[in-house]
């Protein structure tokens, strides 16, 4: 186990230490979160029957920890559509085994590639915006079709839907590696007093297959033992904030508040909130980022009162295609239910859900907005730190930036 050195007034000394716990976290094995001190991904294969998939069933948090399995593909983009699974790097884990679990389904006939191609498309419009379950898809139906016969194709599914999950459990793991000195430095600014960081929506662990974007680097400072303290977003209307990111940051023991969504501009103008961390659903080439509604409200603040503000965005949640993230990046319209019923506890501990709006009343529910790239101060990314701008981006991903303009 990594253990932290006394202070010492030294950079070159500090550099080294840095290096040491770099080091050490990345021999770790890729596994985070706990609850009830048993380690748990967002999705896995089931022990017992290859056939099924789990997921946490995360419509039920923080009421209740439920494993739900799932056996079709249809089961699979219900699960995606209603959001027992969402976040943008789960919602592509959850893709990928889809396939897989349409693979099982698909006729060993000349009609077995029409089902999977057909099924693809399926899960593809489960979720439009982030753009991680497309990717995943498509990669997996790739490496179905190059495949040989239908039990190969079967077997390549599986693998591919599992690599996929590895891959981004290792993504997110390394998002916390270089998104921690950032957390430091403001540490070092902030003289022992916690780093008060401001999040919207969820970007934990609870959002990929394990670790998460935006809340890596504050479990990666906890792990080291830096001071932090997270400002939690409530996130209107499904509660993502206030349901999931506090529920999984009590699970980790890292001090936070629940806020409403209203309030992290006031936090911002009273000198609060040291910077800004959220994750992605989808970001440009050219740095524009989409992430729950209500986030390019928090940049515009951040702004505003001269605080740092972070994307933490996969590599997967990059669009190559699309320049203008403002006009081109689909925004998903959900349900007006979301906004018209809320669900919490009544006093006897029972979940109950209750009418917040009048039938009377029109509803607007965009799940998304996006935020431009001058209102990003860097994007933090498994393989390192850039600006939101093409010409960055492009260096850090020169093997997957295509030059459109």
Known sequence: ?????????????????????????????????????????????????????????????????????????????????????????????????????????????????????????????????????????????????????????????????????????????????????????????????PVNILTHCNAGWLAFVDHGSALSPVYAAHKKGVKVHVWVDETRPRNQGAMLTAWELSKAGVPHTVITDNEGGLLMQKKMVDMVIVGSDRTTYTGDVANKIGTYLKALAAYDNNIPFYAAVYSSSFDWIISDGVREIPIEQRSDDEVRFITGLDESGKPVKVAVVTEESPVSNYAFDVTPARLVTAIITERGICDANKKSIASMFPDKFRNND
Request: charge should be positive; proline fraction near 4%; charged fraction near 30%.
């Open 1 to 193: 186990m990594y253990k932290k050195p006394d202070n010492k007034n030294n950079k070159a000394y500090e550099l080294i230490e840095f290096k040491k716990y770099v080091s050490w976290l990345k021999r770790k094995k890729t596994k985070e979160m706990e609850v009830n001190g048993r380690h748990y991904r967002t999705i896995w294969v089931d022990g017992d029957n290859p056939n099924v998939i789990n997921i946490i069933d995360q419509t039920k948090l923080p009421y209740r920890f439920d494993v739900k399995q799932v056996r079709t593909y249809n089961e699979m983009i219900r699960s995606i559509s209603d959001m027992e699974v969402r976040g943008a790097g789960l919602i592509g884990a959850a893709g990928a085994y889809g396939m897989y679990l349409a693979s099982l389904e698909a006729p060993g006939d000349e009609g077995f590639l029409p089902f999977v191609n057909n099924a693809a498309q399926k899960l593809k419009k489960a979720r439009p915006t982030a753009i991680n379950l497309e990717w995943a898809v498509d990669k997996v139906e790739k490496e179905i079709e190059q495949a040989g016969n239908t039990a190969e194709k079967v077997a390549a599914a599986l693998k591919a839907a599992n690599n996929i999950a590895d891959e981004d459990a290792e993504t997110g793991k390394k998002i916390g590696i270089n998104g921690l000195p950032l957390i430091e430095r403001a540490s070092a600014d902030n003289i022992g007093k």
